[in-house]
């Protein structure tokens, strides 16, 4: 694994435990940590419970102990580890979003196809598909459940930045994260919403907002922030603090977009709505074992939106762990996603979402940007 | 009062309560109610409780035991009744949207002005500001308590035509009723969140969808629907389905907007939050009595949506009515409008909304008219 | 009408309203107001749209324009003027609780029986029966929907005594109210269970609790409080502020239940949940136009509880009303008792609640205090 | 660890993950798991993690590489192996209910006082404790911000025995269990909430029921359940389907219990809610990572039940985990428990809650009992 902050912690906590609960062919085995600062990779080696570690990224993705490689890191280092991982050989599970660049990305997704026609395979961590209210909605749309998707309301609102004087960092910088709101949070948006309907996005007229243009800079800048005083230097935020769009489904649906982090008060606020012909799904990750379903063709007089606790055996994932109604966490789809990959790698199939999945989110980032530099006219995302 | 379906029984019923709640300057009496058929408008006037009848609404804007005119009718005739009541001296209380185009609410607006002059004055129903938490909203904006908005978020959904076999009326005819969506339900949008923020929008991107192109053609097109078989003749449906749209606001707020009949499982969801820079605010018509009030001001860990019941005596309204807990329902809106009006008339005041700020809904809905238009491109709202 | 604090006021816009929106065969007149004080009882019914005023009950229910008798005084008052206004051949609308104990219930309940025999009926107001929710609700028991219900939960929760400075009124006057919070609205938890479910309680093990045992003195008595300094006189609270019981069905199914003034935050929370062997109900008045429903014959896996927004033609009471979505308040059901009530009559039936069902309730409440009285033993509602 | 079942599971994974997420003075190592069935207990460890097995409890508490001894069995057997094991020098952690009487209870708390002298400790699974929201929940009590309480609401309802097809298994066992719904889910109600108010429940009123008196035999009686057709054989169920009763607690407040396992559609529903003079907390299982407080001291006006959602830094336990509004999950609270069980340990302070807590809570049980078999009279919990 290579990145060890909060993605790492996430992806370790998953590899750790898969097979404790799931029936995998493969047992994961935590081989080697990448980063940096030695002293700093071999603390977070010992914590996260890694066998040996290494500090350029390079060695690790040769080494012959190693399968499978985990990228945790920013989004501008994703195309060049990827791409050397796969030519050495090994799995890659490469974390959200795929790349800073359409170019890139279309790189990366080359490589993937290759490899895959090699029993290599690539995969990228839009997790939010393995929780399992979502799962569990896919389930049923692809069902027919709700007959034909008319409307996507997808909002993805946190407030971290709400507050000026909370200090920059990587995620605010456009040369490292490549966007802000739109390709930490939006991105999955895009993906999940692509995912659910079955249904690419084709073109979107957006606008991109930032409303705190200088912060004080800070000397961390691994994590999610750090507030500094009034005498702080303060530097430029280059990227996006909100991203609105609208957009078409290429089956008819319309949809509204948005990602900020200067919703107040929402923390981790995943938020998807969908309106069929047939019937209607919502999901809120701050209630993220419940999912709403509205099915209209209950008798009149008692259709309402049912509240599922995503809790019982007969859901996704769900088997695994506890009897109905005790929750599942924030970390389980990362655990749910070792498990898929594991087994996708186990009957040498391509997991998903693949890279091609993460080059299509790309795209549509990328017709989201263009739309917001011309003034919101309507922008194809060109495939 | 012209006009005597849905919105002239919310109107009658105000006339009504209102003086039996409120202490009152003047006491309404119900005096004509005007439509086209004599049959139906005296059936009408007993069950609503007016004195007598005119089957021209000519007629009833001369007569000298009026002093009030209240408009209930389709958006295609609001101008002219409105104008030729003023012209009359009869203060006017118009149903929304002002009316079907810029040019014909300049005129009202114009009309308006120069009544005014003269002590006569004109009304504009958006009827939501009187929902009582929307009014508990405005006081919490305006006394600073979630600081600078930032965020709008705007929907009103609806799932009345999801059906394709509801028929056609004449909300689905453009030459009555200008637009879909977009001017029924989507004028309020913009009128609440306009007087909420304080802020005029500046300019919008829009989408404007029409899911189901043509319907079964009724004979009833005076309600809200009726359902057709497969052998009934179909017409045009010459509105929208749906309208989406991103905003600017002038104080540097931006907005989504969405608008829908077709939201299955939405019945009257009217739903508006703001985030501002100290705190957000939630509302959503389908809980009509509560407000969720995020104060960012709160001890940090103790932060979080709180749902205020407004239903105390200190909220805007209530101490006329029940006992804390005990909910008002739709049509009280409608009776604090009266309330408002009346109390405004004696004062001497121009009551709010004014025809200028129903003028200023109407810029709004007419840039995203052309937004659509012209591909989602930026339009400003000229005024 | 004999009483015009909160009660009248409610019942009075029933009787103004009921005829303007449903088809009654009857259209009722409100001809008399009574109340002690003429100049107070003559601006009440100026207000509340009374013809003429009283100022001695007995004359009221002796005049020969009055058909019906409607009382919305104290519980102390209500058998004196219900036999009287029964013997003198009117119909009688009669608040809850019905009386301040069973033996005046008795004798109630044995002139209505009387009375109807010679076509002149008697009601017991226990209005959340005419809730759309819980008339919905009880249509889903009726109908087998839920199955054999095993589980009643039933909790009326409100804070208005919760501050030790509110000052005495009739309410916390035993003599006058007969009882706390048990009589109030434990009363109604009582009726509408016992309606819902369709069996009597047969026996209650409960647990009486006041609180603060003295409150300030205050010169207004009629209302629902007002607040007191510190050197004002105290006097005792001779009632209970809270009523906690468990109680035993005749169809097998337990209960719990709860009625309190002291518990904060909770303003009008009539809460009941229904668990039964084939679904589950849920309502709260605090959210008073849904209803939750949980159908275990749902597939598995998507079973969940639905919210039902009350507000479709198909519900109980909502086609005279408005379109789906556009929720009722808390004076609806007022109305919908006038209603069912006026319906009634003009058939010649007996309307519900009888009285007989009020004496079902004062039973139960009697059995709460004996049972309270000796330690919480079990004590049958002999009947 | 002891047994290796749903509590064995979610054991394993804290002791496994604790020292992952937090800093702990001592690493946890799962040594050894005991189970009577070699291959069962070998694969169970295989699954777990740990490094080895024994058939025989008495030889696994008398290990010399053992420091401490993890009790996940039935509660037949608690009070057995737990003295040994305390006898034998070894930390216990013995899953709640603590026995299934008061005489073992007070044997093991004898058993455990004793140990403390020596440095060795026991420690209660009320597990609930550790849920962040609770943790909360229960400091807002400590700093006295919901003042004195007055009200205490304690419901626990699941529904897996709703449908009488369910076949027996150990839970429905008085043998093996104890009780039924009363001991399994009643017993986290009593000691939550003897715990959140910081007072002891001095008496009951109770009433128990068992709505299926027989169910089908099943081999499988480890698990949660199974189902058996109609010709299997019988056996009766032994133990109680709902407890409800009503307490009072030592400070004053009054409450009402109720367990079920019958409350069809709740799957995990532990609701606690908590009304004092200055404020309420409520808190539903179904939506963990959420507290609601209602601040009475908030302006008048703005007062409302705040949703909290307990996932900030600053709320208890969680900084160790993930950012703003990425929830936890059940098995959270079993690491929290590990982390404060080691803590304690490496401190040398007695962790809570003690045995000493674990009786407490049984002799509410058993006043519960008692009081149900009187016909609800009312008993004291003789301490």
Not at 13 to 26: E, I, K, V
Not at 205 to 210: C, G, I, K, W
Request: contains cysteine; aromatic residues 8%.
């Amino acid at each position: 694994m290579i990145g060890y902050a909060f993605m790492g912690a996430a992806h370790a906590q998953a590899w750790r435990t898969a097979h404790r609960f799931f029936d995998l062919s493969l047992t994961p085995e935590l081989t080697a940590l990448a980063g940096r600062s030695e002293p700093d990779v071999r603390a977070a080696a010992d914590r996260l419970g890694f066998a040996s570690v290494e500090t350029d990224w390079r060695k690790l993705v040769k080494r012959n102990d190693i399968d499978l490689v985990d990228i945790c890191t920013p989004g501008d280092t994703h195309a060049e580890i990827a791409v050397a991982a796969l030519a050495a050989g090994k799995h890659v599970l490469c974390e959200k979003p795929l790349a800073n660049s359409v170019a890139e990305a279309e790189r990366m997704a080359d490589a993937a196809r290759e490899a895959a026609a090699g029993g290599v395979y690539a995969m990228c961590g839009y997790t939010y598909r393995r929780t399992p209210a979502l799962a569990l909605a896919r389930r049923l749309v692809a069902d027919g459940r709700i007959g034909t998707v008319r409307h996507v309301r997808a909002h993805y609102l946190q407030d971290w930045l709400s507050d000026p004087g909370t200090a920059l960092n990587w995620r605010l910088d456009a040369a490292k994260a490549g966007s802000g709101a739109l390709g930490d949070i939006g991105s999955h948006l895009v993906d999940t919403t692509q995912w659910l309907t079955g249904q690419p996005i084709t073109g979107v007229s957006a606008l991109l907002e930032t409303f705190v243009k200088t912060r004080p800079m800070s000397g961390d800048r691994a994590g999610l922030g750090g507030v500094g005083g009034d005498d702080v230097p303060h530097g430029p935020v280059t990227v996006d603090d909100a991203a609105l769009f609208t957009a078409r489904f290429a089956g008819g649906a319309v949809g509204t977009f948005e990602a900020s982090r200067f919703a107040l008060g929402r923390k981790n606020a995943l938020r998807i709505e969908l309106n069929g012909s047939a019937g209607s799904l919502a999901f809120d990750f701050e209630d993220s074992n419940a999912l709403h379903f509205y099915d209209g063709t209950d008798p009149v007089g008692l259709q309402g939106f049912r509240r599922i606790h995503v809790t019982e055996p007969e859901h996704p994932y769900i088997a695994a762990w506890w009897p109905p109604g005790h929750g599942l966490g924030y970390e389980h789809g990362f655990t749910h996603q070792v498990v898929d990959l594991v087994d996708a790698i186990a009957r040498g199939e391509q997991p998903t979402p693949s890279f091609e999945d993460g080059l299509a989110v790309q795209r549509v980032l990328d017709a989201v940007g263009r739309s917001a530099a011309a003034g919101s006219e309507w922008c194809a995302t060109a495939g």
